[in-house]
């Protein structure tokens, strides 16, 4: 069975459904299968730079209640680069070699963590400052991340998405209004065009595929003149406005996030087609939830996948999903090529097989 090893298990990045499941299959994988240790480090980095160092023993027992269990018991954080960390002063601070002394002082063989590209990019950065043992499991409701054709977190947004079509599709019709479902995404517009197949939107708005308001407009006249007297739009939150600009929202800290898109197309959407317009903006709803079937499927084989990653010393490496198949490859290879809709993807032929609009 090999050596006895310690590992550090900690989610990092936006949490997303599914995160639990992961964390129980490395559980029952490294401490049933190998008898190894495992801890949870909490709040993703901030743990290990705690010192002591914060974490939880993780045990099988424990774990198997979490399958269903949406958000992340670790907790997590998708703020605090830990190379440009916001010190209570107001200065930021380099604080990887507090990462570094974190993981040795716990005694770890290895660490999994679990994050989109960008965090990903960060933890890869720290284990190669430290000549860290790590493995990388892709999480991300964007499924932006590149190579695996999906991420823990993805198929659950696309199903509430989807349900939240299919409530709007019944309220649209009520009383003969343009429903406009605004969801998350990035800089991708994988959920909009999944969930907008799915859930039978009449328009669907991504951002790699550019769009008029005429031809959205158009579209729902063309509709209302067939005798279908309502709309149902989708669109991706980094939809930019006509002329190319990010619609954004900031908050009380200054701190600017994409939203509004669904605002100002409802509005535009009234002028072109006289119609009656409401906008619904999903939000975090997409991320906190029990997750979905396929989700604790893929979570389930990405944990034990890592897990033998660093039964066999394979690392730097990040799970993937290809072809029914779980496949490992050099993390870089996966934060390195951003997976955005291509425009001449199966899913986007298949919308305009369809008939559906996307604007262009
Ligand atoms: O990356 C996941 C994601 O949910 C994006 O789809 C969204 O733009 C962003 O995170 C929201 O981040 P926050 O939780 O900081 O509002």
């Known amino acids: 069975m090999g050596e006895h090893k310690r590992i550090g298990i900690l989610t990092s990045g936006g949490d997303c459904a599914g995160l639990n499941a992961v964390i129980r299959a490395?559980?029952?994988?490294?401490?049933?299968?190998?008898?190894?240790?495992?801890?949870?480090?909490?709040?993703?980095?901030?743990?290990l730079m705690s010192d002591p160092p914060q974490v939880m023993k993780l045990e099988p027992e424990k774990a198997d209640a979490w399958l269903t269990l949406g958000g992340t018991v670790l907790g997590t954080t998708n703020k605090g680069n830990p190379f440009?960390?916001?010190?209570?002063?107001?200065?930021?601070?380099?604080?990887?070699?507090?990462?570094?002394?974190?993981?040795?002082?716990?005694g770890l063989d290895a660490l999994i963590g679990i994050g989109g590209d960008g965090s990903l990019a960060i933890l890869r950065k720290i284990a190669l400052q430290g000549n860290l043992n790590f493995v990388a499991i892709p999480k991300t409701i964007d499924n932006d991340v590149g190579i695996t054709e999906r991420s823990i977190g993805f198929d659950t947004a696309v199903n509430i998405a989807t349900e939240a079509l299919d409530r709007l599709h019944f309220t649209a019709a009520s009383h003969d209004r343009v429903m406009i479902l605004e969801v998350m995404g990035r800089d991708a517009g994988h959920i909009a065009i999944s969930a907008g197949i799915a859930g039978g939107a009449n328009v669907i708005l991504i951002p790699e595929i550019p769009y008029t308001l005429e031809n959205v407009c158009r579209k729902i006249r063309e509709r209302?003149?067939?005798?279908?007297?309502?709309?149902?739009?989708?669109?991706?939150?980094?939809?930019?406005?006509?002329?190319?600009?990010?619609?954004?929202?900031s908050d009380r800290f200054g701190e600017c996030r994409l939203g509004g898109i669904g605002r100002y197309l409802a509005d535009r959407i009234s002028d072109g087609t006289g119609a009656e317009t409401r906008v619904t903006v999903l939000g975090h709803t997409q991320r906190g939830a029990i997750?979905?079937?396929?989700?604790?499927?893929?979570?389930?084989?990405?944990?034990?996948?890592?897990?033998?990653?660093?039964?066999?010393?394979?690392?730097?490496?990040?799970?993937?999903?290809?072809?029914?198949?779980?496949?490992?490859?050099?993390?870089?290879?996966?934060?390195?090529?951003?997976?955005?809709?291509?425009?001449?993807?199966?899913?986007?032929?298949?919308?305009?097989?369809?008939?559906?609009?996307?604007?262009?």
């Open 224 to 249: 209302h003149e067939q005798g279908q007297s309502f709309s149902v739009v989708i669109v991706s939150e980094a939809v930019c406005t006509e002329t190319g600009e990010t619609v954004t929202v």
């Open 84 to 106: 440009a960390f916001p010190m209570p002063d107001g200065t930021l601070r380099d604080r990887s070699e507090e990462i570094i002394a974190g993981y040795h002082q716990l």
């Open 291 to 360: 997750p979905s079937p396929l989700d604790r499927l893929l979570a389930s084989a990405f944990g034990v996948a890592a897990v033998d990653l660093i039964a066999n010393e394979q690392y730097d490496q990040i799970v993937t999903w290809q072809n029914r198949q779980v496949v490992n490859v050099p993390i870089l290879e996966a934060i390195g090529n951003y997976q955005a809709v291509d425009p001449k993807d199966t899913l986007v032929k298949t919308a305009r097989g369809l008939g559906i609009c996307l604007g262009d």
């Open 26 to 47: 490395v559980t029952r994988r490294a401490v049933g299968t190998y008898n190894w240790e495992v801890v949870g480090i909490y709040r993703a980095t901030q743990g």
